[in-house]
């Protein structure tokens, strides 16, 4: 049997960045995961690619001043971590490091191995609370060029790089059952080959077995993801915090995100916190044209659409569009329904309306300016016309009366009334005739405007909803979309898998989602944005070195750092001052 230093558990972006760290040490790596090769690079390559950064020189182009201090302010305004001397001990340290990693290299990292940033930074989680309370104070949300695939291009590059010069074996269609232990050490795993497929990316494999396998290795990292798309696993860890669980769910992942590894890491000694913490969208639409099963992608909404439940009552503030993700969650449990709706009009989803996901925005996944700037076109951007064409969540009319039909219709229930629903618009409507307003949501899209980004591309002028220039009155229904996993196994800042003693189990390591992207919890009860997939870059960079730091041989083994020559160069935006200027040179870097 072949010899490996570690064993990978998990091809996602965690697990590739793992990886690639420890093959660049000069060790043998096999990269076990239970999908085809097509899902390589799993959740990650689907995303948006929003990453969280702090004082960078996208911000400052942009007019935004941020600093390492509002930022801590933001994290622990938000995470609310009051299980300080347990289950958030090490979460608590990892968010300290993981701001200290956004302030500091992770951008000129990054820009080392070829990732570039669209220029316009955007402003996710506002919050609308006070100042140490939820949220971002300033916009921190670069977009990486290139979405998912993206930041997901650079880390496969390398690996498979150490896949031809034989430094990492990778191993698709073999599914972890057990890690095998010898005393209180782990020293591999074992579990099932999986039938072969040939399913594309994101569509369901078969779990068919043809065979087992065991593997040995000097330490083992559990990079596996989440429970995402495991209902009756977040049905059962729901928070009453949060009422009573959704009866009805779409699924923001592909079906193998069912956190299989906590279970078979907690059965080998690994302690699991915080299990009643995750994070769930509210702004999800049934997909028209599903990958998966009951595939859902969320709206990533400016803050104009007015926000109403089932029954057609207004949420009070701050629950408005893209300010309070779980606090949104909380109001729509307590209306007794499971979905709500935005009320908006042509002119608010044209330049508001985002869809997240790497497959949603063509023109930035595919790196073209053409492309790009064709969102500048009056009319929604192509992906959000095709939803408003196929997708069965869209409503549109020319009046109240008529766009209440259809979403009683949709629904199948004469939940709403026409002229209640006319008056909250109405009401909303006069708020306009101002600049000032009591109405905090006419406000805070007031506020919106004074940053850059949000004129330039993201905010809708305000205007009445009722005024038939502004095009035809547009209703959306929201279904609650399930995305992460913010509790996980409990690791130190070395990314060691803590026993329920509090002390590390040797030979075992964990990164990225199954560890609560770092300490079991680095987000606490609330995430930032931008800091998911942030987290699997840190937490496998980290648990990474630290494998390869352990591993190295004491009579002077040097680690061998094959970035330089694996990065990608050259610059996706020229230096020409305007809003697609890279201005990174200016920083320093």
Known sequence: MEAYDVIVVGAGLAGLVATAEIADAGRKVLLLDQEPESSFGGQAWWSFGGLFLVDSPEQRRMGVKDSKELAMQDWFGSAGFDREVDEDYWGKKWAEAY???????????????????FPVVGWAERGGYLAEGHGNSVPRFHIVWGTGPGIVAPFEKRVRAHMENGFVDYKPRHRVDHLLKRGDTIVG????????????????????VVDDFEYQARAVVACSGGIGANFKTIRENWPSR????????????????????LSITEEAGGRIVNRDRMWHYTEGIKNWNPVWKNHGIRILPGPSSLWLDAKGNRFSAPNFPGFDTLGTLDAIQKSGYDYSWFILTEK??????ALSGSEQNPDLTEKSLRKLLSRVIPGAPAPVQAFMDKGEDFIVADNIDNLVIGMNKLTGEKLLNAEDVERQVRARDREIDNKFTKDLQIAALRNARNYKGDRLIRTA????????????LIAVRLH???RKTLGGLQTNLSGQVLHDSGTAIPGLYAAGEVSGFGGGGVHGYRALEGSFLGGCLFTGRVAGRAVAGELMDRKGDVLV??????????????DSGDVLADSADAHGN
């Open 99 to 117: 701001v200290d990693f956004a302030v500091g290299e992770k951008r000129a990292w990054l820009r080392d191995m070829g990732v570039r940033f």
């Open 189 to 208: 795993t074992a579990g099932s080959i999986l039938a072969p497929s040939f399913v594309s990316r994101g569509e369901e494999s078969s779990r068919e």
């Open 242 to 261: 949060l009422g009573e669980p959704p009866k009805d769910m779409i699924s923001g992942v592909p079906a193998h995100v069912d956190g299989r590894m």
């Open 348 to 353: 608010i989803i044209e330049r508001e309306f």
């Open 461 to 472: 002028a305000p205007h009445k909803l009722l005024d038939r220039k502004n095009g035809p």
């Open 480 to 482: 609650i979309v399930s």
């Open 561 to 574: 750092d094959s970035g330089d020559n694996l990065a990608e160069k050259g610059d996706v935006f020229t």
